[in-house]
């Protein structure tokens, strides 16, 4: 079992719409969750971060996690063509190494 | 622009060859690490220097050789690399402590092996 799990995609919405991204992770003692963003050929980017069970919401972005299910997921509404990238869901394990998934290939379609 | 500089942006190297890759962080962190990035695949963490001291080698063959002589530059020493290790080696850095310990990622070095 990979420790962070992530659909690799590609999600295509339209714009305007909201982009569910998903992420679960295998070690029940993690309590740092990170969503970075990379565009295609540039470096990842922190856009969101989340330690307690529900919603964070920053702007268009919103976070959710759900500690039980060992789930967390990044919600993004009234989608726009730039945010058309790959999101990396990163989980700061038991042992404090920050864990990435493959990430997910999001496309907005304009 | 992040506030880390990585040399060269792309490499290409014989199997043979040696190289060096550069990182250099203007942010004042105290922590600076070394990520491999492959198709398909997660980052692969490679190598973590906390105050200049190796603090984590995640399992890396000896032909990658990181070097990090103060806070604020880390190197990674190629030799007899294999075509396997082409890849994005992406810097990074850190402020040990800090609530989020966001990573800020340099731009990576594009690393192919004939």
């Known amino acids: 079992q990979k420790e962070v799990e992530q659909n690799s995609g590609p999600l295509s919405v339209p714009e305007g719409a909201i982009a569910s991204l998903n992420c679960t992770y295998s070690d029940r003692g993690s309590q740092s969750f990170f969503w970075y963003r990379q565009y295609s050929g540039k470096s990842p980017e922190l856009i969101m971060f989340i330690y307690s069970n529900g919603d964070k919401e920053d702007g268009r972005f919103t976070a959710q996690l759900n500690k039980a299910s060992q789930y967390v997921s990044l919600l993004i509404r009234d989608s726009q063509p730039s945010d058309s990238a790959t999101y990396l869901c990163a989980v700061k394990g038991s042992s404090y190494k920050l864990i990435f998934g493959s990430g997910t290939r999001l496309l907005v379609r304009p | 622009e992040t506030g880390v500089t990585q040399t060269p942006r792309h490499l290409v190297m014989g199997m043979t060859n040696k190289k060096s890759l550069k990182c250099e962080q203007h942010l004042g962190h105290n922590a600076m690490y070394w990520y491999k990035q492959s198709a398909k695949k997660p980052l692969e963490l490679m190598f973590v220097y906390n105050f200049k001291e190796q603090t984590e080698n995640n399992s890396v063959p000896s032909r990658f050789s990181p070097e990090c002589p103060n806070s604020s530059h880390l190197f990674l020493h190629l030799h007899t690399l294999q075509p396997e290790d082409s890849a994005l080696y992406l810097c990074?850095?850190?402020?040990?402590?800090?609530?989020?310990?966001?990573?800020?990622f340099g731009e990576g070095s594009r690393l192919t092996v004939l």
């Open positions: 990074a850095s850190s402020q040990p402590g800090t609530i989020a310990g966001e990573l800020f």
